[in-house]
Nanobody
């Protein structure tokens, strides 16, 4: 059993920064690739980025250069540092676990957190 809990969301102005955290429980966590997805109202869930167990990263073009994923396997935690935020980044952000850091399909991920709201004002 793997459980993920996101935190760190909030309201920020455009151009600001925010760091999201994902705390995980479960014996197999460190061996999983982890990913961040986001979903805005009325929109489909979209891939943000992923990170392998050893730190290889993969980002969506829309966030490349602005967002950074990191993980601390000893702490069973994954992070999403978001800089230069834009209003279009507004969404509920979800942490997810999978077996491949190259996987961008939401349906391929087996474990999900409850989500944390990020709102970016103009």
């Amino acid at each position: 059993q793997v459980q993920l809990v996101e935190s760190g969301g909030g309201l920020v102005q455009a151009g600001g920064s925010l760091r999201l955290s994902c705390a995980a429980s479960g014996r197999t966590f460190s061996g999983y690739a982890m990913a961040w997805f986001r979903q805005a109202p009325g929109k489909e869930r979209e891939f943000v980025g992923a990170i392998s167990w050893s730190g290889n990263t993969n980002y969506a073009d829309s966030v490349k250069g602005r967002f950074a994923i990191s993980r601390d396997n000893a702490k069973n935690s994954v992070y999403l540092q978001m800089n230069s935020l834009k209003p279009e980044d507004t969404a509920v952000y979800y942490c997810a676990g999978s077996g491949s850091w190259l996987e961008k399909r939401s349906t391929a991920y087996n474990y999900w957190g409850q989500g944390t709201q990020v709102t970016v004002s103009s």
